[in-house]
């Protein structure tokens, strides 16, 4: 729907309208979502969240791995969200567990993005064999059950941020390519891109220039609700204890609390609803730019 | 038909195969061979008995000689030794597997059916409470974290309300008749069957209701109800089958996704399946034990796609392969 550099018929004999005002139904999308008040909700409330990563450790820069209280305490005055079986604060491990949360689901969905973006955009674009051995590669990665292939390479090689941000990316890019490829094959067919083959542009520059950014929409939802997937998959790691030692997580919280939270049901709940407003808000803005992007099929 | 099921059914293989090939270099990448395991149990470590332990065992051979040796080995059934459990990997697997399986599959079941029917009855009135509360359901069943959902269900269910039972999957002692013990072990499934189900089935009704909606709008419904059919037989006879498809293809497509959901969910419910074998062997770097684990669980997916893939062909004559 969104074509943004498509010249339709009346532009193309006013072409230079069309460079002094790009993209019109970007603005379009802009305002659309900017309309949605749950997807600004959720913007909201994801910005607060970038915030306490960036400061929550320097306004409260108690060490969420001091034992400050007895352990497993009901949530007080003293400890707000209560204490766990160490007595470590459970209220100061959530701000500063949200550093790393955000920074290794952005990573890792960068990661894979970019794998499944280009392995996609490859297959699309050159169809045939290519395709078919790059399809297969991916249908392969698929079958593969991506938390246990994620948990046999932290295992393997070590449970280091790095190897756990790859370990995300590999096991989850192939609905990335399977996304940008059927994008590639509906978009290649359309005339703008004969028009760019027949004036002569490279097939690197028809990839990234042409048909990319008219595939960016429905590749941009994706991104966005591939963020929230991350979080919780990175949480499902840590909460296996397959992280690495010296950052605190949430899901890390919840998993070191799984023996005593029948006890103490204030050490896994908080992280947990932590996780859950983070990733719905992200939901939030998926769903807006979906809508923004689509408006004819708003509120599926 | 024929040529096409073979064709799938070689694929498959060829797909084994390069999961064991993956596995195998996996085993290598990792810290310490059989060898060192052996040693370590045994509480020793001389470096002259070592070494004619690894020839003994071909690992001075070369890297090719011994992955044809090990994708021979494989192949036969053996996934290798387990010195910490001391039992066969292969054995292991069979033992763990299907606590998972039918975890795996029950749920995604449950998932399927009642997420269809929600998916439907909300399209049927698309501004209705039932189909806000659809969007409200997939919103949460995306956002929540499955291994959490599990401990809160496990906390409200099994610890304030103790109507479920919290741990494994038998009670102690086990009810004597046959009936009684097949009862137990479903009254032990329910809430991480539940647990697992709740988040697919959020995720399908939403995305059933989108493919109803648009059947619903279509010249062939519209036909129908001009014959002048009820509308329960346009919409189970004539819609349903239709708006399910977009469903059951999803759901066999993520297949892989809901075992890896399984093991989770085992882990907090202490099912004996593959989920706390594999997280106590990777503890345990029993590294034999977590390659069998990935080997099983690919191996399973790819049958099952197999079995999904040659369904399809049968209901729908029209796909020539869903990949």
């Known amino acids: ?300 | 038909m024929k040529q096409a099921i073979i064709q799938r059914i070689f694929l498959g293989i060829v797909m084994i195969t390069a999961v064991i090939i993956l596995n195998f270099f996996l085993l290598h990448a990792a810290p310490g061979d059989v060898v060192d395991a052996m040693l370590a149990e045994g509480g020793g470590g001389d470096p002259e008995l070592a070494a004619r332990l690894r020839a003994s065992y071909g690992l001075d051979e070369a890297t090719h000689i011994q992955l044809i040796k090990y994708l021979g080995q494989v192949f036969r059934g053996n996934l290798g030794y387990s010195f910490y459990y001391d039992q066969s990997v292969t054995e292991l697997l069979l033992g763990h597997l299907p606590t998972t399986l039918m975890l795996t599959i029950s749920a995604l079941v449950l998932a399927v059916v009642f997420g269809t029917l929600f998916g439907v009855y909300a399209a049927l009135k698309p501004k209705g409470i039932f189909s806000n509360f659809v969007t409200v359901l997939s919103l949460f069943g995306y956002a929540t974290p499955v291994f959490w959902l599990g401990m809160i269900i496990l906390l409200v269910f099994a610890l304030y309300l103790p109507l479920f039972p919290a741990f494994g999957i038998r009670s102690l002692p086990e009810p004597e008749h046959a009936v009684g013990r097949i009862l137990d072990i479903i009254h032990h499934l329910v809430l991480p069957t539940f647990t697992l189900a709740i988040l697919y089935l959020a995720s399908y009704s939403r995305i059933s209701r989108a493919s109803m909606l648009d059947v619903l709008g279509s010249d062939y419904i519209r036909t129908a109800r001009a014959k002048g059919l009820s509308e329960t037989k346009v919409i189970f006879k004539h819609a349903l089958k239709n708006a399910a498809m977009p469903v059951v293809t999803l759901a066999g497509l993520q297949l892989a996704q809901v075992f890896s959901g399984a093991i989770l969910v085992e882990t907090v419910f202490s099912l004996p399946g593959v989920g706390p074998l594999l997280y106590e062997s990777i503890v345990r770097r029993d590294f034999p034990v977590i390659l069998g684990v990935l080997f099983g669980a690919a191996s399973t997916t790819i049958i099952a796609n197999i079995i999904t893939d040659l369904i399809y062909k049968y209901m729908d004559p029209r796909i020539q392969s869903i990949t």
């Open chain 1, 1 to 300: 729907m969104t074509q943004p550099n498509t010249p339709n018929s009346d532009q193309i004999f006013s072409s230079e309208e069309i460079t002094s005002e790009p993209d019109v139904k970007w603005r379009d999308t802009f305002h659309l979502f900017c309309a949605n008040r749950a997807a600004l909700l959720g913007l909201t409330f994801v910005c607060l969240f970038i915030l306490v990563g960036i400061f929550g450790p320097i306004v409260i820069p108690a060490d969420p791995f001091e034992m400050v209280a007895m352990p497993l305490m009901n949530p007080n005055g003293q400890t707000l969200f209560g204490s766990d079986y160490l007595g470590r604060d459970v209220f100061v491990g959530i701000i500063h567990g949200a550093r790393p949360t955000m920074i290794i689901a952005v990573t890792a969905t960068l990661v894979t993005v970019l794998i499944g973006i280009t392995i996609g955009a490859i297959a699309g674009f050159y169809g045939g064999m290519v395709d078919n051995v790059l399809m297969r590669i991916t249908e392969f990665f698929q079958v593969l059950p991506p938390l246990v292939f994620a948990m046999v390479i932290v295992a393997v090689f070590s449970s280091h941020i790095v190897v756990v941000i790859l370990a995300i990316a590999i096991t989850t890019w192939p609905t990335e390519a399977r996304l940008t490829r059927a994008e590639f094959l509906k978009i290649k067919e359309n005339e703008y891109v004969t028009a760019s083959r027949a004036i002569g542009d490279r097939n690197f520059r028809i990839i990234t220039k042409i048909i990319l950014p008219n595939a960016m929409p429905p590749l941009m939802i994706a991104i966005t609700l591939r963020v929230g997937i991350t979080v919780i998959y990175e949480a499902a790691l840590s909460f296996l204890g397959l992280t690495d030692p010296d950052v605190i997580t949430w899901g890390k919280m919840i998993g070191q609390s799984r023996d005593f939270f029948f006890e103490a049901w204030w050490t896994v709940t908080f992280p947990g609803v932590a996780i859950l407003l983070v990733v719905l808000c992200i939901a939030l803005i998926g769903d807006g730019l979906n809508d923004a992007f689509n408006p004819k099929l708003r509120g599926r």
